[in-house]
């Protein structure tokens, strides 16, 4: 199982970026998938999902109406397009799905992407 982000990087409040979270060694379209992040010094934080068959989306109140998850399951590939940036937007980014672990349910994340805002 592999999952990798990519898109990272710097942008102006009020910019935008688009992340991208290519998926390997499971049935993605399966499977739920999510974008959480990881602000300096604070804990993870949910911030996106989308059903396997990409027909249902789910934004936490601080991204609604910036930010759009979609997927291409013919590409097992996962996005975040962020419009509308601000600083606090500053995080780590993640892309993950639901697994089990010994039995338990858990989430399996990939290695993450920075994304910096600056105002």
């Known amino acids: 199982v592999q999952l990798v982000e990519s898109g990272g990087g710097l942008a102006h409040d009020g910019g935008s970026l688009t992340l991208s979270c290519a998926a390997s060694?499971?049935?993605?379209?399966?499977?739920?998938m999510h974008w959480a992040r990881q602000a300096p010094g604070k804990g993870l934080e949910w911030v996106a999902g989308?059903?396997?068959?990409?027909?249902?989306?789910r934004l936490a109140d601080s991204v609604k109406g910036r930010f759009t998850i979609s997927r291409d399951n013919a590409k097992n590939m996962l996005y975040l397009q962020m419009n509308s940036l601000k600083p606090e937007d500053t995080a780590v980014y993640y892309c993950?799905?639901?697994?089990?672990?010994?039995?338990?349910?858990?989430?399996?994340w990939g290695q993450g992407t920075q994304v910096t805002v600056s105002s």
């Open positions: 993950g799905f639901p697994t089990t672990e010994r039995g338990s349910p858990t989430m399996t």
């Open positions: 060694g499971f049935t993605f379209s399966n499977y739920a």
């Open positions: 989308i059903v396997g068959d990409g027909t249902n989306t």
